[in-house]
């Protein structure tokens, strides 16, 4: 008997034979923001061993989520990417970021490690399509050495790591920040008000973003005993 199998004629069940393992899921988020080389999931998942990453690659590609790429010029070198299996997880990726952005983040613990990098995927999550509704605008966002850019487009949204080609408004600041307004402790608009973060372009778009963006009030997940 597989031990990893539920061995349930369920789909639910069969989902989770898949994707349940530790780890699976989160490299399932990695690659929903494009092609990734071997290094590059290292070090976004820290805690994740050289043997175990390529035993869950492995078994991505075995199970029709992933395949091997060749990077475009000028890197040329080997990557995973999604594929359209795995890009259609999307989905459930982003109820689970919404689901814990409103009942498990909190503040960060002191053994957590943090990546700017997961910002694409979690300004997916809290994205207010009616907010953009006939709006057109490009953000860029620099934090620390990463960069990424979301492109608005009528109510869509297409979120990219690396640099935008024309932006419309480009945000600097440090990952303490990202830190700090998902843990509620501050907004981008009073980080840009007490200078630790910076931002350049249409003042209006710059505005816009808080509309755009919205982060759902945190959920207290303390048992109710009142009952």
């Known amino acids: ?9 369920c789909a639910t069940a069969r989902t989770l034979d898949i994707i349940g393992e530790r780890w699976t899921l989160l490299l399932v988020r990695e690659l929903l923001t494009g092609p990734k080389r071997f290094g590059d999931l290292q070090k976004s998942l820290r805690g994740l061993g050289t043997g175990l ?4 690659l492995k078994h991505l590609e075995r199970e029709g989520l992933a395949r091997r790429v060749t990077l475009p010029p000028p890197a040329r070198t080997p990557a995973y ?6 890009r259609e997880l999307e989905p459930a990726v982003m109820a689970l970021a919404r ?3 409103k009942w498990a983040m909190g503040e960060r613990h002191e053994e957590e490690s943090f990546h700017p990098g997961w910002a694409v995927l979690g300004m997916r999550s809290c994205f207010v399509p009616e907010a953009a509704a006939g709006l057109r605008a490009v953000y860029e966002f620099r934090v620390d050495d990463e960069l990424f850019h979301v492109d608005v487009d009528d109510g869509r949204i297409d979120t990219v790591h690396g640099p935008a080609q024309r932006p419309d408004v480009v945000v600097e600041a440090g990952q303490d920040v990202l830190v700090g307004i998902a843990a509620r402790r501050t907004t981008l608009a009073e980080a840009l008000a007490d200078g630790t973060a910076r931002a350049t372009g249409d003042a209006r778009l710059l505005h816009a973003l808080g509309e755009l963006f919205v982060w759902p009030p945190a959920g207290d997940r303390t048992p109710d005993n009142s009952g």
């Open 1 to 9: 008997m597989d031990q990893r199998s539920y061995n349930q004629f």
């Open 81 to 86: 990417e999604l594929t359209e299996a795995g």
């Open 53 to 56: 990453l390529s035993a869950r």
């Open 99 to 101: 689901w814990g952005t």
